[in-house]
């Protein structure tokens, strides 16, 4: 079932066209994305800001610019989430739950949970329960992602990665 219907963005609210994020070639004549399918995939030239548009959703759906659930908050922020501000998400059901996997800054979330399991106040070692029990670093990147997707059962999963090697001169 797809959660997420439809990306609309409102130019109207948008004072200078020609400041980044709303001057990327890409997403500047986009006056909605339907998404009636499953899973959907945006696909791109390296540096064509697939992830600005990813990031942008996620910020609107309350994840951090970074990655990891809504309860996540890894340090990283980015411009890219004023996009989010003309933006309008429709729904159907409404979801509450999700998780936002980036994957050039998984190792930083990673790293957040360590972080996490120092401190006895954030359930300290507990933390690696739901990821198999112990750290993400601790185990292969594979591996790692499995730990993962088991850990964030349903929602809304929104997934960027960069494939290096599929850009046009390839």
């Given at each position: 079932m797809s959660y997420l219907k439809k990306i609309s963005l409102k130019w109207e609210c948008v004072e200078k066209?020609?400041?980044?994020?709303?001057?990327?070639?890409?997403?500047s004549n986009l006056d909605s994305l339907s998404l009636?399918?499953?899973?959907?995939?945006?696909?791109?030239?390296?540096?064509?800001?697939?992830?600005?548009l990813f990031e942008a959703v996620a910020f609107q759906c309350g994840y951090g610019i970074g990655g990891g659930g809504r309860n996540n908050d890894i340090g990283l922020s980015d411009e890219s989430s004023l996009l989010s501000s003309i933006m309008t998400l429709s729904w159907m059901p409404k979801i509450n739950s999700g998780f936002f996997l980036r994957a050039e800054t998984f190792f930083d979330f990673a790293k957040h949970l360590d972080e996490m399991a120092k401190d006895i106040y954030a359930g300290g070692r507990k933390v690696y329960d739901a990821y198999g029990g112990k750290s993400l670093n601790q185990q292969s990147h594979g591996?790692?992602?499995?730990?993962l997707g088991a850990a964030v059962h349903g929602g809304f999963w929104l997934c960027g990665a960069s494939l290096p090697g599929f850009g046009r001169d390839r």
């Open positions: 066209k020609d400041n980044y994020p709303f001057n990327i070639l890409a997403i009636d399918h499953n899973v959907v995939f945006l696909v791109g030239e390296n540096g064509s800001e697939k992830s600005t591996e790692a992602f499995l730990s």
